[in-house]
DNA sequence: CATGAATGAGGATTCATTCAT
DNA sequence: GATGAATGAATCCTCATTCAT
């Protein structure tokens, strides 16, 4: 989940750490609102004012309103990334996959706002953007992979890299689905739940993988 | 997935069939603007224009631009719910099944355009609008749940209903999942070992589900 | 009250019965509109409809929409012409005059709502028809006018013809005044109290009127 | 004439003073253009353009199009009450009385654009406005009806409240005719001579009111 | 004669962005 | 650095009018 080329949005304050406040509050406010009436229908005076303070001062730490949402799309990229980095334990073992299965999930249910945002607005972003939104994505594809390739079980036919490839993909879906669903996933399961039947049913699938053939 | 209170669309004409052919211009024109530009940057002229009449004309067939997203949802649903229909063997065998997955695969895949349209635009519909488009999701978790149920080898422990919904959800949610992620998947999977690939690691897990315990 | 120049409203339909019908069926129908919402919000499509036909008939007898209004002002003249006609006495008396009064303000009173619109909407008018209208009203002063000068007891100084015209437009006015500000005056008077208190009031003005100088 | 629950047209301005002057601009140059073309046929553009700002900065200033007729009317009535209050010389006399008339009269006359827009438009408010329009309406006639009520000689029959409500709405009404019929009354009258002329009508006839019994 | 679908100019309103204070 | 008034392009939607059937 290497992090390249972060896009830079320009401001024309040169503090910067008044710079990160800010933003850290342009981020927040922004996310309440796109979450209500979503980045189209929320006007950039209704972020400033939700940011707490005025469109003047929002447009000395933006360049567009688009810049809004690459802002909050990065952050959410951000708090990932440090939130799985602490995760692995390098056990090379099957806990370590549910773990960081648990852990994923876990942190998609408490952003849930966010991830939401993030997968609805994202083609709203220019295409520099979005590419780089779609790296991020990768990243975390790859970052399960990298995991499960360590904790497979050694006896046995290994799975091959096109199978990691799907079942990092399948998790990260999955928890994707968990913010898109919750709605009716509720209905039946809660998070822990959801995690473990997920989880089972997933390394279930695995394991038995190359035994199918 | 039965189909109830479909939401109408009012209209100022009165010929039936002309309404059918104007709404399926209207939705045609529409889904592929959306496409480009999504639904907020897509102005009714365009959509209009895309249909192939004026925007006093497309102002007969609808209210507010806002019909025309739900037109778009609506007609999807529509061709699924049309294309599943006939999937379906009734052989209660897993072979019914693949089967199943395969289709509604193929279809989202046909249709991807509008897929996308809809999962990203939803939330810009009337709150009656999305409920309604909600329904039709159920219903076609319901639809993969029926078959599972019927198809599940009659040995051994049953699964419990909650784990046929969850099995549902995520043939659903992978099927969509191509939708979203073709960009990246095609890299590594033509649509057919795609779907042969989740099947299998589907129907891996589900079997051996009560194994595990 | 001579009409003149009445201004013709082109027509491509031959039938001059039919004619008849059709505009009797306009107006009623624009009136009752006109009344709810006024003239500029009333569609043409909405006025096609209250006169029971469709917009393409309802051009096959106007022009344009600001013939309707052109209808209905002209309608209304042409109620009151025939109706004030058929009042005069000729005994030139005092007695007709209040019959006259009371009449004239009777008709008002049966086309409040024809009354207010006119009033409210006779600037949208061409230039053209708003004069015709306002001969109408000439013509209405006048012919109080000269009842007024039938009527005035012989003996005692003679009232000029300006204090004349002056009593006329009064009456007309009041008349008037009861369409607009029924909504108010109806709390204290009925027509008829209206009708007495007035006229007792103009008839005691007018015959002191020599007296006070 | 006391004024209760003035609505408050809704701004996004904070500067109360600025706030004033724009709506001094804006009420000045809607008049000119609703007296030229009505209310309806004037565009917003167009009264941004008279007021001399861009309609983004009108609607600054305003939230709908009608807001900016009640504005005007609201200008009128504050007016009218500014001028009105500065006359009473509560000598109680019919001196007095002929003094308010002459000077409403007078500030007809001076606002003849406003008051004829004023009374033309009204239906075009909303209900609550209008309510409010009404209002100030039964204010003046309320002003008038005092002045009458303490000028009256006290030898003779007192006149009744209803008839002091008449007379007091003659007044109001016979006002506003010269607003409205000032096309016609002034080819015999000017202002002064009509004042005179009605003044002496009215009070001929209110004087002369018991006795006819 | 009657109908109603089609048209598109026109109008109200919004909102991202700028810039003087 | 912060503010918020000003701007006007852009957008949704309406509706008078026409004309083919």
Redesign the interface.
């Given at each position: 989940m290497a992090q390249k080329n972060k896009i830079v949005v320009q401001t024309s304050v040169k503090d910067e750490s008044l710079i990160e406040l800010r933003r850290q509050q342009i981020i927040g406010g922004a996310v309440k609102l796109f979450k209500e009436k979503?980045f189209?229908?929320a006007t950039t005076r209704e972020i400033a004012k939700s940011a707490g303070f005025s469109i003047g001062t929002l447009y000395e730490y933006i360049r567009t309103k688009e810049d809004v949402l690459y802002l909050v799309c990065d952050h959410i990229y951000d708090e990932v990334k440090q939130q799985l980095a602490g995760i692995t334990t390098h056990s090379g073992t099957l806990g370590e996959l549910k773990h960081a299965i648990k852990q994923y999930f876990k942190l998609i249910d408490s952003m849930i706002d966010e991830f939401t945002i993030m997968?609805?607005e994202?083609?709203?972003l220019s295409k520099e953007a979005m590419h780089y939104v779609?790296e991020k994505?990768?990243g975390m594809?790859s970052f399960f992979e990298q995991i499960i390739k360590n904790c497979m079980p050694s006896g046995g036919k290994a799975l091959t890299d096109?199978?990691i490839?799907?079942?990092a993909?399948?998790i990260v879906?999955?928890g994707q689905?968990w913010a898109?669903?919750k709605?009716?996933?509720q209905k039946?399961?809660t998070l822990e739940e959801?995690t473990n039947?997920?989880t089972?049913?997933?390394?279930?699938?695995?394991?038995?993988?190359q035994e199918?053939e």
């Open positions: 979503g189209h229908r997968y609805q994202t083609k709203s779609f994505e990768l594809v096109d199978e490839f799907l079942v993909n399948q879906v999955q689905a898109f669903r709605w009716t996933l039946r399961y959801y039947a997920q089972k049913l997933l390394l279930s699938g695995m394991i038995h993988l199918e």
